[in-house]
């Protein structure tokens, strides 16, 4: 099966301590949240840090599709509760859409 890679940039709110927390949540994601991943069609996902900004990397199955993973997410409570708390870590990033998180970056290079 073929696969496509997307890459998306966030940034923390500004604090340390916040910041703290947000890797600590990272580090033992609920299992209802990875599950949610998978079932939309993600074959694996990397999140980076450096400061307050994140960089996340997703590889996806062809059958991926962004507006059927946003209808799974609105329908699973699990995951909008894990939304709900991990907005209080994130602020959109310069340029993102009035409530968007996460934005979706153009490639311009690759080797």
Do not use: T
């Amino acid at each position: 099966m073929n696969m496509k890679q997307h890459a998306f940039a966030l940034d923390l709110v500004d604090d340390p301590k916040l910041i703290v927390e947000y890797d600590a949540y990272h580090q033992a994601v609920w299992p209802e949240i990875c599950d949610s991943i998978k079932e939309a069609g993600v074959a694996d996902m990397v999140i980076y840090r450096f400061g307050n900004r994140l960089f996340m990397i997703m590889n996806v199955y062809d059958n991926f599709s962004f507006d059927r993973k946003n209808e799974m997410d609105l329908a699973n409570p699990k995951v909008q509760e894990w939304e709900a708390l991990m907005w209080k870590y994130q602020r959109a990033i310069p340029g993102a859409n009035p409530g968007e998180k996460w934005v979706l970056m153009d490639k311009i290079f690759e080797l």
